[in-house]
């Protein structure tokens, strides 16, 4: 075994430049490590949206915005609520039972809704993703059954659906409208996405 001495300016300089490189290879990791956290767009998007409701009137309907989809909440007139059960047996899933679009287990009665009078759920058709429009007069009218008792109609391929979201027999959507998560923080604030105390 030989004794030779090392060269410490050689030292010096592997030592430094190996430093280097460390300090250099962790400020371009950071980026890409961070680039896997969720944007702030991107957690705003997926928040919980807080609604007052104060001011709607019944008949009538307003849309927030949650996660990017319409959020449709109406307020039912008792006409409209008896009229629910009038349909049962012309809808397809009448009591919310299959699985493909998520309805809450405080959603699965007849109102599809916590209050029997406030109904919420997502605006887009199960079909294709269109975003069906209100029809809320009953009766005889285009595109609809003469004993129509008001709901909502998708145009693009002729899906309708009652004031509680459920889907008729026979049409291109597969299920009802879903129910999003939420629940009422006071008699006239909502909040969508969160339903903790449910």
């Known amino acids: ?46 928040a919980a949206v807080e609604v007052d409701i104060s001011a709607l009137q019944a008949g009538e309907k307003l849309t927030v915005e949650w996660r990017g989809k319409p959020v449709w909440i ?8 008896e009229s629910l059960k009038k349909v049962e047996g012309q809808l397809a899933d009448p009591a919310s ?9 405080y959603a699965k009665n007849g109102h599809r809704s916590i209050k029997p009078e406030i ?4 605006g887009i058709c199960t079909h294709l993703g269109c975003s069906p429009g209100d029809k809320f007069a009953s009766g005889p009218q285009p595109s609809l059954p003469d004993d129509w008792q008001g709901g909502f109609l998708c145009a693009c391929h002729g899906s309708t659906f009652d004031l509680a979201g ?18 009422y923080l006071s008699d006239t604030k909502l909040i969508i996405g969160e339903d903790k105390k449910a």
């Open 119 to 122: 109904m919420v759920a997502v």
């Open 97 to 105: 039972n299959r699985t493909a679009v998520p309805v809450p287990e």
């Open 166 to 183: 459920r889907v008729f027999k026979n049409k291109p959507a597969p299920d009802n409208l879903e129910v999003p998560p939420h629940m």
């Open 1 to 46: 075994m030989s004794d030779t001495p090392v060269d410490s300016s050689k030292r010096t300089w592997l030592i430094a430049s190996t430093c280097a490189g460390a300090v250099g290879a962790g400020f371009v990791a950071t980026p890409f490590v961070s680039s896997f956290q969720p944007s702030e767009r991107a957690k705003a998007a997926g």
């Open 74 to 81: 109406m307020k039912r007139t008792p006409e409209q609520i």
